[in-house]
T-cell receptor, first 118, second 112 residues
Framework: GAVVSQHPSRVICKSGTSVKIECRSL??????MFWYRQFPKKSLMLMAT?????????EQGVEKDKFLINHASLTLSTLTVTSAHPEDSSFYIC??????????????FGPGTRLTVL | QKEVEQNSGPLSVPEGAIASLNCTYSDRGSQSFFWYRQYSGKSPELIMSIYSNGDKEDGRFTAQLNKASQYVSLLIRDSQPSDSATYLC????????????FGQGTILTVHP
């Protein structure tokens, strides 16, 4: 177990449009989900931490009005990139935290969404 | 000083050899340590987690943790070409409870 799905896997959109990415934990409940972005040949950059039923906590430098995160249930979190621009093109990856040893710090990653903004 | 440091490599080993990947971290309060494997164009996949000092073995993989030295390593025995990937060390706990801090990753190439 510990499967995380992400949809869509790939999206190409025009500049100025909004794109919604879904992240689901399929076989466990995740009170905490995380959103990352990754540029080519770079490590993962945490964007925000999402807790079910509460507002997301954004990392420094991440615009919360541009990257809207909703964590509506224990198995679903969404990231909406609003008014996307070419510089938002990246690989977006979600992860779901699964409780281990009393700490929800074991993260299982979704397959990622490759966003290309034209 | 980076919070989690790894040798970026690339590390190249022949098939069948032992690959040794190293990671150091700066936050002494860190409690949980993970190794992820990431193939090009794919998302990270959890390989090992370790929480206590010493060794933890899972198949061909052995994770080693030394909290006094703030050091964690991953050994891959009988390396296979399919092990060629980027290996990410991640640390949780301490001042970043619940969040993972990643190293920059080590590129491993196993050549036939």
């Amino acid at each position: 177990g510990a499967v995380v799905s992400q949809h869509p896997s790939r999206v190409i959109c025009k500049s100025g449009t909004s794109v919604k990415i879904e992240c689901r934990s399929l076989d466990f409940q995740a009170t905490t989900m995380f959103w990352y972005r990754q540029f080519p040949k770079k490590s993962l950059m945490l964007m925000a931490t999402s807790n079910e039923g509460s507002k997301a906590t954004y990392e420094q430098g991440v615009e919360k009005d541009k990257f809207l995160i909703n964590h509506a249930s224990l198995t679903l979190s969404t990231l909406t990139v609003t008014s996307a621009h070419p510089e938002d093109s990246s690989f977006y990856i979600c992860s779901a935290g699964r409780d281990s040893r009393g700490a929800a710090d074991t993260q299982y990653f979704g397959p990622g969404t490759r966003l290309t903004v034209l | 000083q980076k919070e989690v440091e790894q040798n970026s490599g690339p590390l190249s080993v022949p098939e069948g050899a032992i690959a040794s990947l190293n990671c150091t971290y700066s936050d002494r309060g860190s409690q949980s340590f993970f190794w992820y494997r990431q193939y090009s164009g794919k998302s990270p996949e959890l390989i090992m987690s370790i929480y206590s000092n010493g060794d933890k073995e899972d198949g061909r993989f052995t994770a080693q943790l030394n909290k006094a030295s703030q050091y964690v390593s991953l050994l891959i025995r009988d390396s296979q070409p399919s092990d060629s990937a980027t290996y990410l060390c991640a640390v949780a706990g301490g001042t970043s409870y619940g969040k993972l801090t990643f190293g920059q990753g080590t590129i491993l190439t196993v050549h036939p």
